[in-house]
């Protein structure tokens, strides 16, 4: 068992959390000391891993990289984001990295040297084409996309990886890693797991092969959207039959590798927003802190926040609020479902195996299902019930009585 197996994630997008401005700006802001502030908040939800969006410079919203090797001047400096490592490590708290290696900036120098050479030259060769121009990643020009292909780019990536794991961070989450492919990423892994064998390598994939993309690529996990997706609308549907069948998938990721599991992220519309009956938030909770896999909770989430994410300028300022200062500038507005992640995430650390538990569905009907957990010695079931009127489900240690709109374990 590895150190991720134990891993709860709260995951939080910096430049939006602490409030920094929309463009790039030269002059050092120290703000990273307000997410710092966060760190025993982490710790009293039962957490002990913070997954960082980007912190490296950039031209906006962290995703256009202008430079791997600066923290961006809006959060701080590497100083700052060193009093962060090693004020999370002293709370035992772990650090993922937000590692966009897809594309970069069109106005990282990497670009401007592949312009100034063009398509045939050596510096051409970093980043990819469409005929004469720059290729951008999703028909967006101003994300310019790496050659990952190319040794001289995966030596870059290479050294970047290594460079902020030799500063103390545990991990790294590889943003569209879908876009170049898994066989893009085995070489880069390979090589960065021979200097730090304990890395932990999140691959951001949002349909396909799961279990083929992690074994071809050589990653601990995937992000889990098929999950997120069936967990929303089954109980938006009232239909359990959708997740059942999910379920039959996500046994088998899980039997191959540890999937991320999430209800909402920085991409997403929040969960509290997305569920047509709030009454069922808490079905939602359960099943991804209670599901095998690595729970990432968005931050927020916990709290209830609402936030609907739409196409357009602006349009993911909704779900990346900014945070106050502290949590003293919380309200109590979200107390409840705070101790409700308090409450499953105790049950995960009384039952840590969990996380790699085997999955089976023991009866599922449109409002109800009852999901048995399989631990070998022990077992559990997870009944839920998005109705209106208490049921019984048959359980794996006998029957389980679930109110409305609730979960019961047992």
């Not at 009293?44 to 923290?71: E, Q």
């Not at 009093?83 to 490590?89: D, N, R, T």
């Not at 047509?276 to 990432?296: E, F, I, K, Q, S």
């Not at 968005?298 to 609020?321: C, I, M, N, S």
Request: with cysteine.
């Amino acid at each position: 068992m590895g150190w991720a197996d134990t891993v709860i994630w709260w995951h939080c997008y910096p430049l939006r959390f602490v409030d920094a401005e929309p463009e790039a700006v030269e002059v050092v802001e120290h703000r990273l000391w307000r997410l710092t502030n966060w760190l025993d908040y982490v710790v009293g939800l039962g957490a002990n891993g913070m997954l960082l969006a980007p912190v490296f410079a950039s031209r906006s919203h962290g995703y256009d990289t202008l430079d791997h090797y600066r923290i961006d001047p809006r959060l701080g400096d590497e100083a700052d984001f060193g009093e962060l490592v090693w004020k999370a490590k002293e709370r035992g708290v772990r650090l993922l990295l937000d590692g966009v290696f897809n594309h970069v900036s069109a106005e990282h120098e990497i670009v401007a040297r592949a312009l100034a050479g063009g398509p045939a030259s050596e510096a051409g060769g970093w980043i990819r084409w469409v005929g004469e121009y720059p290729r951008g990643f999703e028909g967006n020009l101003d994300l310019v996309e790496l050659n990952l292909a190319n040794p001289a780019v995966q030596d870059y990536v290479v050294g970047v990886m290594n460079h902020w794991l030799d500063r103390g961070v545990d991990g790294w989450r590889l943003d569209a890693a879908y876009a170049a492919g898994p066989d893009a990423w085995r070489p880069i892994l390979e090589r960065v797991r021979q200097a730090h064998p304990d890395a932990w390598i999140l691959a951001e994939v949002i349909h396909g092969d799961y279990v083929d993309f992690a074994a071809r690529s050589g990653v601990d996990s995937v992000t889990e959207y098929e999950l997120w997706k069936s967990t929303w609308s089954s109980l938006n549907d009232h239909n359990f039959h959708e997740l059942a069948w999910t379920l039959t998938r996500h046994a088998q990721f899980a039997s191959r590798f540890r999937p991320l599991n999430f209800v909402g992220n920085h991409d997403t519309t929040r969960i509290a927003t997305k569920l047509t009956d709030p009454r069922n938030l808490p079905l939602a909770h359960a099943l991804l802190m209670l599901l095998p896999g690595v729970p990432a909770i968005y931050a927020g989430d916990e709290q209830g926040f609402t936030g609907e994410k739409t196409d357009g300028p602006g349009g993911d300022d909704a779900v990346r609020p900014p945070f106050p200062i502290d949590p003293d500038g919380l309200s109590d507005f979200g107390r409840p479902t705070f101790e409700l992640h308090q409450r499953l995430i105790h049950l995960r650390r009384t039952h840590p195996w969990l996380t790699w538990a085997g999955v089976s569905v023991g009866k599922v009907a449109d409002e109800t299902i009852a999901i048995n957990l399989d631990g070998g010695a022990l077992r559990l079931t997870l009944g839920l019930n998005a109705g209106d009127s208490p049921v019984e489900l048959p359980g794996l240690n006998g029957p389980l009585r679930v109110g409305a709109h609730d979960w019961a374990l047992g």
